[in-house]
């Protein structure tokens, strides 16, 4: 069975409080833009609910003209740069070498790039000639749990193999300064820049092992989350109807899942939600209080990082990771996607 071996994760360069971020946005964008606009953006900002995030680019830049094949250039530097780092970070964590892993997935959505990061990851660090390279590109936010359910299915065929995950995520490169819809105020008020490995293998140290995962389709729900390619970049598809949709969907998802693992929501211990935003984490925390369970570690992310699209859920995972865990603990990890989807993971402390 897979376990969760070590998770790493890596802070973008240039890390900004809030209040900060207000400051530097209206000084250069918002106060170009007409008055209710910027109201409305700097209100979103002021109630999203975190209190930091980090950038790949100093803010003066994010908020530039940059066209799309600078950003682009910028977003295939920065990727394998951040992949190396967190890797590296893993693999030392783990106590291996780049050559031990076996197959290497990648994770990111926020830029495009042929070759995938996982490449140049298995060039840079002399990894094996045989090595298998899997890119997860087009998962958004679920991409993180993608990853661990196709590293464990890759797993329960080939037993001894080590699975690394590289997640690298920078939206701040996805900015979009003539967009001045409400999705891409939110976004901007929403995302934020951050990397994070997970390597999976056997162990017979207490880790948590994957005991098994879903994913769920919402029905007719396309249009709900994702990007759509303009001669500006990509522009973000965010539909304010995705929060009732989670919320009306959120008992099939949860409830059968456990149920065919015989297990209730108040026999899993640790509960390790992708946070999304102020309302789905909201809404999400509302729902699993009523068993007496709470998703403080979700929320906290959230505050200290803001939503990292993939990377997020290895930020909570890590969190996890350095708990004081008891054997046969179970935890349930969920993150939504574009598609739209849920992805569940039941894991236990063994």
């Not at 300064?177 to 891409?184: G, H, I, V």
């Not at 209730?264 to 909201?282: D, L, R, S, V």
Request: aromatic share 8%; with cysteine.
């Amino acid at each position: 069975m897979s376990k969760i071996l070590t998770v790493a994760t890596q802070m973008a360069p240039y890390q900004y409080e809030t209040p900060e971020i207000i400051e530097q946005m209206d000084h250069l964008w918002l106060s170009k833009l007409d008055e209710t606009t910027r109201r409305t953006a700097i209100m979103l900002l002021k109630a999203s609910q975190i209190d930091s995030r980090a950038s790949v680019l100093p803010l003066e830049q994010v908020f530039s003209d940059a066209d799309f094949e600078t950003r682009n250039n910028l977003y295939e530097k920065v990727t394998v740069d951040l992949g190396k780092k967190v890797l590296k970070k893993a693999l030392e964590q783990a106590k291996l070498q780049p050559k031990d892993i076996d197959v290497i997935i990648s994770v990111s959505c926020t830029g495009f790039m042929i070759p995938s990061m996982d490449a140049y990851l298995v060039e840079e660090l002399g990894m094996r000639g045989d090595i298998l390279r899997l890119p997860v590109t087009e998962m958004g936010c679920a991409g993180g749990t993608s990853a661990l359910i196709y590293a464990h299915q890759f797993i329960k065929a080939n037993p001894k193999a080590k699975v690394a995950i590289v997640s690298v995520e920078t939206p701040s490169l996805t900015f979009q300064k003539d967009d001045l819809s409400m999705e891409n105020l939110v976004s901007t008020a929403l995302f934020a820049d951050g990397a994070s490995c997970v390597i999976l293998g056997h162990s017979d140290q207490l880790r948590p092992q994957i005991v098994d995962t879903d994913m769920y389709h919402f029905p007719k729900s396309t249009h709900l989350m994702g990007y759509k390619l303009r001669n500006s970049g990509l522009k973000i598809v965010l539909d304010r109807d995705v929060p009732d949709a989670i919320n009306e969907h959120f008992q099939k998802i949860l409830l059968p899942f456990l149920d065919r693992n015989r297990l209730q929501p108040q026999q899993i211990q640790n509960y390790m939600f992708h946070p999304g935003g102020k309302k789905i984490i909201n809404r999400t925390e509302e729902y699993i209080s009523q068993f007496k369970k709470d998703i403080s570690d979700s929320k906290e992310v959230l505050r200290e990082h803001g939503n990292m699209s993939s990377s997020t859920i290895f930020f909570i995972l890590d969190r996890f990771m350095k708990k004081e865990i008891t054997a046969e603990e179970y935890g349930y990890m969920l993150a939504f996607g574009p598609g739209f989807m849920a992805q569940s993971l039941l894991v236990q402390w063994r």
